[in-house]
């Protein structure tokens, strides 16, 4: 089984940076996309950027391609996501996720099983 576990949330200004990180443990090679998904007070959960183990293709969500960015380091299974220029739209609950299927051009919920606790987000002045 895998295990994720997100750190890195916190409060910070609007047009501020924040990086997030996942941390997996268990069985890493069977899991060949994480991502990250969000989701504020009163919205389903939102895809917001994944990245293949394999070779680092991405994806990006549109509300947040240019000021996101997703990365990999495989020796220490951890993935990243840099947040900057942030908004009062990115608030909320960002949650590390892992699947068998990548796409370029979209992020499935669904196709995601296993999901860290989550790590809260707040842009506010």
């Known amino acids: 089984q895998l295990q994720l576990v997100e750190s890195g949330g916190g409060l910070v200004q609007p047009g501020g940076s924040l990086r997030l990180s996942c941390a997996a443990s268990?069985?890493?090679?069977?899991?060949?996309?994480i991502g990250w998904f969000r989701q504020a007070p009163g919205k389903e959960h939102e895809g917001v950027s994944c990245?293949?183990?394999?070779?680092?293709?991405?994806y990006y969500g549109d509300s947040v391609k240019g000021r996101f960015t997703i990365s990999r380091d495989n020796s220490k299974n951890t993935v990243y996501l840099q947040m900057n220029s942030l908004k009062s739209e990115d608030t909320g609950v960002y949650y590390c996720?892992?699947?068998?299927?990548?796409?370029?051009?979209?992020?499935?919920?669904?196709?995601?099983?296993?999901w860290g606790q989550g790590t809260q987000v707040t842009v506010s002045s």
């Open positions: 990245i293949r183990s394999s070779d680092g293709q991405t």
């Open positions: 996720a892992a699947g068998r299927i990548f796409y370029y051009n979209q992020m499935i919920r669904t196709d995601f099983t296993s």
């Open positions: 268990g069985f890493t090679s069977h899991y060949h996309a």
